[in-house]
């Protein structure tokens, strides 16, 4: 059964603070890694996919990292404006759906 | 439209009616996806649509919870005798053609069930 793993379940970093959360993955046969933003209230905001090892994606103050285990979205430099629920997800053969892990919450203190 | 358009956006009922939610896709786009987000939890899939194929339904979580899709567009997920287990936010998301293009999902329905 395909899983996936997002740690840490929160993360509080002041201004300017880079870090990066994790999301691994167990899946039969990878037909992609998604990225998703959801801020209070709202619907998850796709980010990025990647597919295979090695790949990197940028966006902004975000960059997206994919291993054969795991993925790390890393974040340079934050602000506020970046606080939400960072979701990863996994998609199987067809993306018939996606298999989502529970999410980072990140705050970002000014 | 211009995004995916979910109504209502808060539903409060009884324990034991029955409610709909509906989901207005993006024009042109052929698969069609419910998901559960329950507080806490990750988001739980529920149903697929894709063109005119026989939907997948196996993330239903009980026969309580039945969707159709009209025409290839407009989709209503129906939940019959509502349980207090049942309160959660319904995600409904689109997703256009290629391999690599992401969901696009609405705001999402916010049952709660008293």
């Known amino acids: 059964e395909d899983q996936v793993t997002q740690s840490p379940e929160a993360l509080r970093l002041q201004e300017g603070e880079s870090s990066s959360l994790n999301c691994s993955y167990t899946?039969?046969?990878?037909?992609?890694l998604f990225w998703y933003r959801q801020d209070p209230g709202k619907g998850p905001e796709f980010l990025f996919t990647?597919?295979?090892a090695g790949e990197e994606k940028e966006k902004e103050r975000l960059k997206a990292t994919l291993t054969k285990k795991e993925s790390f979205l890393h974040i340079t430099a934050p602000k506020p404006e970046d606080s939400a629920t960072y979701l990863c997800?996994?998609?199987?053969?067809?993306?018939?759906?996606?298999?989502f892990g529970t999410g980072t919450r990140l705050l970002v203190s000014p | 439209g211009a995004g995916v358009s979910q109504s209502p956006s808060n539903k409060v009922t009884e324990k034991g009616k029955d409610v709909e939610l509906r989901c207005d896709p993006i024009?042109?786009?052929?698969?069609l996806y419910w998901y559960r987000q329950s507080l806490g939890q990750g988001l739980e899939f529920l149903i697929y649509?894709?063109?005119?194929?026989?939907?997948?339904k196996s993330g239903l979580p009980s026969d309580r919870f039945s969707a159709e899709r009209t025409g290839g567009s407009v989709s209503t997920l129906t939940i019959q005798r509502t349980q207090q287990e049942d309160s959660a936010v319904y995600l409904c998301?689109?997703?256009?053609?290629?391999?690599?293009?992401?969901?696009?999902f609405g705001s999402g329905t916010r049952l709660t069930v008293v």
């Open positions: 997800a996994v998609g199987n053969t067809g993306f018939q759906k996606l298999v």
């Open positions: 899946v039969s046969g990878l037909r992609g």
């Open positions: 998301a689109s997703r256009g053609t290629g391999t690599g293009v992401g969901y696009t």
């Open positions: 024009s042109g786009h052929t698969a």
């Open positions: 649509f894709q063109g005119n194929s026989a939907p997948d």
């Open positions: 990647l597919y295979s």
